[in-house]
């Protein structure tokens, strides 16, 4: 499973505020449970942080711990976003992850958590 503890954070440096942060990550991969093929994707990260923030270099090295999981789209997006909130506990978070096409079908999923998440 990928490895949470690769997650490292830093203090908010504005916490009266809210603000959006986004993070994009054009290099995500993990691995079709069913085919054994690589899946490529998109992962686009949006919250509103409240006491914490995540480093990045860290949240590269979350995302790469994927990379040889046999993990569903819908999994990978979720358990992302379970994580990510755990670690963080964001005011409201936002997961999606862009999925390159395979046989003509491209997906995009999206979980979120919070109020005013969309």
């Not at 991969?29 to 093929?37: D, E, L, R």
């Amino acid at each position: 499973m990928p490895d949470t503890s690769l997650l490292e954070v830093f203090e908010n440096p504005a916490k009266g505020r809210d603000y959006v942060i986004e993070h994009v990550s054009s290099e995500f991969t993990s691995v079709c449970p069913m085919t054994g093929h690589p899946d490529f994707a998109e992962v686009v990260l949006r919250y509103v942080a409240d006491e914490v923030c995540v480093e990045l270099k860290a949240l590269k090295l979350y995302y790469q711990s994927f990379r040889n999981e046999g993990i569903f789209y819908e999994a990978v997006t979720n358990l992302i976003a379970d994580d990510l909130v755990g670690v963080l506990k964001p005011r409201w978070l936002v997961v999606e992850t862009r999925w390159k096409g395979r046989g003509g079908i491209s997906s995009t999923i999206r979980a979120s958590y919070g109020e005013g998440a969309c």
